[in-house]
């Protein structure tokens, strides 16, 4: 895990504190993974699944929040700042 400070600046957002945040969903995701659970997000809700070799993973939970995915691209802008994909 690592935080992209100048990407932080850009956005308005205190780096400890998105450093916090990281950290402890960092933490929450090895655990999940440690129990055989996928962390998955998309269309802006998450859920954790379990892959009981049937035809798609079992949903054990959805979670609270908004998360969304996408296929987890970036790039860089011309100012050097690390992107996501576009909508």
Same mark, same amino acid.
């Given at each position: 895990?690592?935080?992209?400070?100048?990407?932080? %600046? !850009? !956005?308005?957002?205190?780096?400890?504190?998105?450093? %916090?945040? !990281?950290?402890g969903?960092? %933490?929450? !995701?090895?655990? *999940?993974?440690?129990? &055989?659970? #996928?962390?998955? $997000?998309?269309? $802006? #809700?998450? #859920?954790?699944? *379990?892959?009981? $070799?049937?035809?798609? *993973?079992?949903?054990?939970?959805?979670?609270? $929040?908004?998360?969304? &995915? &996408?296929?987890?691209?970036?790039?860089?802008?011309?100012?050097?700042?690390?992107?996501?994909? #576009? *909508?």
């Amino acid at each position: 895990m690592f935080i992209n400070e100048d990407e932080c %600046r !850009a !956005a308005g957002l205190d780096p400890k504190e998105v450093e %916090r945040i !990281a950290k402890g969903l960092s %933490r929450y !995701a090895k655990q *999940a993974h440690k129990l &055989g659970l #996928t962390v998955f $997000g998309g269309s $802006g #809700t998450g #859920t954790l699944r *379990a892959d009981d $070799g049937g035809n798609g *993973a079992l949903v054990v939970a959805v979670l609270d $929040g908004h998360i969304d &995915g &996408g296929d987890g691209g970036t790039n860089f802008d011309s100012n050097g700042l690390e992107r996501g994909e #576009t *909508a």
